[in-house]
């Protein structure tokens, strides 16, 4: 079992930056990848972006590209995103989530049923 944590999440000036934070605590050494995903009111929940914790190979979705930032510090067992050039449309409860299986590198984004254990999500609202 694993248990995450987000937070970091807040109101922020369109053009603005945020970095999120994830806090993983449990059997952690089990999982190698840590993927972030959002949800806007209305909408399907989307995959923002996922690292491998040991080589750090990252992906992200197309619309995050170039403005966000994923990172993992082992000791601390936190995976970050730093957030930056926000948008309206980056409006979203953010959460983080580990792959249903041990061992699993880093899932389709387009696939969060293939993401397990997921935080309660820390709100995140761009809007001037």
């Known amino acids: 079992q694993v248990q995450l944590v987000e937070s970091g999440g807040e109101l922020v000036r369109p053009g603005g930056s945020l970095r999120l934070s994830c806090a993983v605590s449990g059997n952690t050494d089990e999982y190698i990848a840590i993927g972030w995903f959002r949800q806007a009111t209305g909408k399907e929940r989307e995959g923002v972006s996922c690292i491998m914790v040991g080589d750090k190979e990252t992906f992200y979705a197309d619309s995050v590209k170039g403005r966000f930032l994923i990172s993992a510090d082992r000791e601390k067992k936190t995976v970050f995103l730093q957030m930056d050039d926000l948008q309206p449309e980056d409006t979203a409860i953010y959460y983080c989530?580990?792959?249903?299986?041990?061992?699993?590198?880093?899932?389709?984004?387009?696939?969060?049923?293939?993401?397990?254990?997921w935080g309660q999500g820390t709100q995140v609202t761009v809007s001037s």
């Open positions: 989530a580990v792959p249903v299986w041990e061992w699993a590198i880093c899932p389709s984004l387009r696939r969060p049923d293939q993401y397990g254990s």
